[in-house]
């Protein structure tokens, strides 16, 4: 339910260095020991958007990456082609191949019951993305973590 609507929300000009520096703030308190970095090039980037789905799927990689780094989170904005893209990586075990579609599906928990969380997340932030008319993906992080990529038109 919370992404109803995406598609005929009111759509505005977002500034990604302001949306991911509020993401950041919303959810790194949640873990202390974790240093979370963010770097939007240029620092001026804009998108005209639904604000608070893209916060929302932001906000969504952000505390899922909180929870698995060892040490560190960071977080990019840059663009390719026609596309802006964010990632979200970490420094932590990373996602095999082989789970990396089915961390997609709701309910679907690859860590079982060890931490907290209803398997939802990432459905979400999927859902939303193709709302928005973009996608999500997962890949290796140079951090040693996962990366997860929002790409968006």
Same mark, same amino acid.
């Given at each position: ?7 005929? !929300? ?5 500034? /990604? ?15 202390? !020991? ?62 095999? !191949? ?24 990432? !459905? ?18 140079? /951090? ?10």
């Amino acid at each position: 339910r919370h992404d109803a609507g995406t598609e005929t !929300a009111n759509r505005e000009v977002v500034s /990604l260095d302001d949306l991911m520096a509020e993401a950041v703030e919303l959810h790194a308190p949640l873990y202390p !020991a974790i240093a979370f970095t963010t770097h939007v090039t240029p620092s001026t980037m804009e998108l005209f958007t639904y604000r608070a789905g893209l916060l929302r799927a932001v906000g969504n990689l952000i505390s899922n990456a909180g929870k698995y780094a060892k040490s560190k989170v960071r977080v990019s904005v840059h663009t390719q082609e026609d596309l802006v893209c964010i990632d979200v990586e970490d420094d932590g075990i990373g996602i095999a !191949a082989a789970d990396r579609e089915l961390v997609f599906e709701p309910f679907k928990r690859l860590t079982g019951d060890s931490q907290p969380g209803s398997g939802l997340g990432l !459905a979400l932030v999927r859902r939303i993305c193709q709302r928005l008319g973009g996608r999500v993906s997962i890949d290796e992080s140079s /951090l040693g973590g996962a990366r997860f990529t929002i790409r968006l038109p």
